[in-house]
Nanobody
Framework: QVQLVESGGGLVQAGDSLRLSCTAS????????VGWFRQAPGKEREFVAA?????????????YYADSVKGRFTISRDKAKDTVFLQMNSLRPEDTAVYYC???????????????????WGQGTQVTVSS
């Protein structure tokens, strides 16, 4: 199994920045991708960003973003620390949600936005952006 723990959420004002962390433990060798999703009150969980976790023959950490966060959010990985980061800049009130990270046993860019692609999930961290 893989255990995922998110951290870094908080209350900020519009225009501020936050960096979320997702630290993995357990069978991390089974992970090939990590994604971030978010869920606002009364809304369905939505995709935010994803990154390839493992790659065998290239040094290119492929990533993919939802249109709503492209240019504002950056996903990155520190494999030595088994951690994926989500740097969130220019935050807006509509970014308010619980943010979850999830791991997938495969990387397929075309499927990375589907929650069904991921088999392990963290408990989430609250991000609140005030106007």
């Amino acid at each position: 199994q893989v255990q995922l723990v998110e951290s870094g959420g908080g209350l900020v004002q519009a225009g501020d920045s936050l960096r979320l962390s997702c630290t993995a433990s357990g069978r991390t060798r089974s992970m090939y991708a990590v994604g971030w999703f978010r869920q606002a009150p009364g809304k369905e969980r939505e995709f935010v960003a994803a990154i390839r976790w493992r790659f065998d023959y290239t040094y290119y950490a492929d990533s993919y973003y939802a249109d709503s966060v492209k240019g504002r959010f950056t996903i990155s990985r520190d494999k030595a620390k088994d951690t994926v980061f989500l740097q969130m800049n220019s935050l807006r009130p509509e970014d308010t949600a619980v943010y979850y990270c999830a791991s997938s046993p495969a990387w397929d860019r075309s499927q990375s936005a589907r929650s069904q692609t991921y088999d392990y999930w963290g408990q989430g961290t609250q991000v609140t952006v005030s106007s």
